[in-house]
Structures are given as structure tokens and as C-alpha cells.
Antibody
Framework: EVQLLQSGAEVKKPGESLKISCQGSGFSFTNYWIGWVRQLPGKGLEWMGIIYPGDSDIRYSPSFQGQITISVDTSISTTYLQWSSLKASDTAMYYC??????????????WGQGTPVTVST | EIVLTQSPGTLSLSPGERATLSCRASQSVGGTFLAWYQQKPGQAPRLLIY???SRAPGIPDRFSGSWSGTDFTLTISRLEPEDFAVYYCQQYYSSPNTFGQGTKLEIK
């Protein structure tokens, strides 16, 4: 079964750093694009960026470029979403999701279960 | 960046009724590079439709997708109680991929 398992809930203070993870199983991890999606409390879905583990090709949304870092460790089939200095406005649910096909032009399926991040003093 | 505009923002219907949800793209999405997702409270989104009109595995046939130019439609032929949720469209034709703002389908 194709699965994405995300790391657990995080509570951080403004200015702190954070790295959350998404581990894939049941498929050839290096052959599929994996993306990150933000959902602010009570709001819609926002496409943040996407990585191809095979060669670490990364595409960021201009809205998130410079604010986040997406990376991968193929040895453990895991992709990461990282912040160097969190803001209260980063409080959200973060989902990872795999492209259904092996191309850049594909929809997301499946999705991880989500990682809630709370940034508060 | 391609902007997807979903309408209505909220749709109030009763079980058994037909639901029609709209998603309009600000420019071409390469024909049919569009997907629909369903999200229930506390859950991750679930793929319903891809390539504008193909149902994902396990999705009931009461869900259907169609399009004309840059206008896309998700239709639920007869609403079941479990269909009341938020629905999002997504274009995957150009980067950044974008989502519509969502349509909340609520019980009337």
C-alpha cells in the first residue's frame, strides 16, 4: 500500500527553527514528485512546493520561496519541510502529498495525514 | 500564476439533491490538467477526479467531472449524507500549481 507518514504535532515559539518530515512507503520513492501543501486554520489549500527525490529538483511557489526549505533523504525515503525562523503566521496544518504519476504534471494522490504546527509565545 | 475561482462559496442542499460546483481558471490549464478533492473536517484531502473527468479508484459514480474551455464542473448526482464536505479544484498544468478557494457543501 502506498503511504505517506508525517511527523507529529509541533508547538514552537516565534524565531525558532523547525523541520517536519514525510516518509514514503510502498512505492519507488525516488521516482515520484512529492509536494507540500499548507492549510491555515479554517482556510483553503495552498501549494508550497515540490521535490523530485531522484535528483533533488525542487520547485517553490513564489509565495513561499525564501521562507521555507524543502529537502530529501533518499536513504530513508523521507522528504522534509524546514523553517529557519518561525512566525506566528506559520501556524497551520501542513500536508505532504505524492504525485500520482511519475511526471511533473500530475495530481496529488495519496496525501499524508498532516502535521499541525503551532507557533505561539 | 493561474488563479482558480470556485463558486459558490457555500452550497446548501438536502440529501438526494443534485450538486453542481464550479471552478473557473484565469487562463488555460492545458485542456484538462485539473483535479478535484474532497476534504472533511479533521481529515486530509481525498482525490475525487483527475484529468477533469476521470474518477479516482473507489469514488462512487454519483461524482462526475466535466469542462468547457477554462470552466470546470464537479457534479454530485444524488447527495448522500457523507458527501457534505469542502471541495477544492487544483490545476497541475503550470508551476506553481494552484488550488481554488474551496466550496463548502452543507446540509440544508
Amino acid at each position: 500500500e502506498v503511504q505517506l507518514l508525517q511527523s507529529g504535532a509541533e508547538v514552537k515559539k516565534p524565531g525558532e527553527s523547525l523541520k517536519i518530515s514525510c516518509q514514503g512507503s510502498g512505492f519507488s520513492f525516488t521516482n515520484y514528485w512529492i509536494g507540500w501543501v499548507r492549510q491555515l486554520p479554517g482556510k483553503g489549500l495552498e501549494w508550497m512546493g515540490i521535490i523530485y527525490p531522484g535528483d533533488s529538483d525542487i520547485r517553490y511557489s513564489p509565495s513561499f520561496q525564501g521562507q521555507i526549505t524543502i529537502s530529501v533523504d533518499t536513504s530513508i525515503s523521507t522528504t522534509y519541510l524546514q523553517w529557519s525562523s518561525l512566525k506566528a503566521s506559520d501556524t497551520a496544518m501542513y500536508y505532504c502529498a505524492r504525485h500520482s504519476g511519475r511526471t511533473l504534471y500530475s495530481w496529488f494522490d495519496p496525501w499524508g495525514q498532516g502535521t499541525p504546527v503551532t507557533v505561539s509565545t | 500564476e493561474i488563479v482558480l475561482t470556485q463558486s459558490p462559496g457555500t452550497l446548501s442542499l438536502s440529501p438526494g439533491e443534485r450538486a453542481t460546483l464550479s471552478c473557473r481558471a484565469s487562463q488555460s490549464v492545458g485542456g484538462t490538467f485539473l483535479a478535484w478533492y474532497q476534504q472533511k473536517p479533521g481529515q486530509a484531502p481525498r482525490l475525487l477526479i483527475y484529468v477533469a473527468s476521470s474518477r479516482a479508484p473507489g469514488i462512487p459514480d454519483r461524482f462526475s467531472g466535466s469542462w468547457s474551455g477554462t470552466d470546470f464542473t464537479l457534479t454530485i448526482s444524488r447527495l448522500e449524507p457523507e458527501d457534505f464536505a469542502v471541495y477544492y479544484c487544483q490545476q497541475y498544468y503550470s508551476s506553481p500549481n494552484t488550488f481554488g478557494q474551496g466550496t463548502k457543501l452543507e446540509i440544508k
